[in-house]
T-cell receptor, first 113, second 111 residues
């Protein structure tokens, strides 16, 4: 089944403890992206990647890192999480760009205390 | 800058009622337009899209027509079901390949 898989689905952590949210797609998509979803703010792009080793900042990149060493994987790294990063995170992929439409993962609900 | 404006929710309907969710956009050039749907506890799913003026996207009984003259992409369905209850997001992809979402409209359908 074609899908984007995120792990974990739920995570509670403490301020300052580094964490990684994994994202993997099995559709050979070139384009991958991370979004956060917050009430009243909709979805905001954190980072995106147009292909292996090519990443760029979205609208809200502060406090996040990404890497794209393989085509299928696009992990999101929070080096020193803070409470304002409590949010619902989505990974998404597309064949070649957003105009082709995204396939989204099921989401990761992160709480930083 | 480019933006998407959706009607505030929630929209509350009885089963088999007609649905319209309004969406208007501001963009330079020729954006592609999308509707995504988010069911409770799930990620967003692409519902339909249109890539040029006067295109009509359709899926699962939902339709939306790309109206350049009114910069709109309203979502419609002739007869909603309880299973259509979800949050609906209008979005545009601009000429820099950036996807801009509206804030979402919650639809609640009661039997």
């Amino acid at each position: 089944e074609a899908q984007v898989t995120q792990n974990p689905r739920y995570l509670i952590t403490v301020t300052g403890k580094k964490l990684t949210v994994t994202c993997s797609q099995n559709m050979n998509h070139e384009y991958m992206s991370w979004y956060r979803q917050d009430p009243g703010l909709g979805l905001r792009q954190i980072y995106y990647s147009m292909n292996v080793e090519v990443t760029d900042k979205g609208d809200v990149p502060e406090g996040y890192k990404v890497s794209r060493k393989e085509k299928r994987n696009f992990p999101l790294i929070l080096e020193s999480p803070s409470p304002n990063q409590t949010s619902l995170y989505f990974c998404a992929s597309s064949p070649r760009g957003v105009r082709f439409g995204y396939t989204f993962g099921s989401g990761t609900r992160l709480t930083v205390v | 800058g480019n933006s998407v404006t959706q009607m505030e929710g929630p929209v509350t309907l009885s089963e088999e009622a007609f649905l319209t969710i309004n969406c208007t956009y501001t963009a330079t050039g020729y954006p592609s337009l999308f509707w995504y749907v988010q069911y409770p506890g799930e990620g967003l799913q692409l519902l339909l899209k249109a890539t040029k003026a006067d295109d009509k996207g359709s899926n699962k009984g939902f339709e939306a027509t790309y109206r350049k003259e009114t910069t709109s992409f309203h979502l419609e369905k002739g007869s909603v079901q309880v299973s259509d209850s979800a949050v609906y997001f209008c979005a545009l992809a601009d000429n820099t390949d950036k996807l801009i979402f509206g804030t979402g409209t919650r639809l609640q359908v009661f039997p």
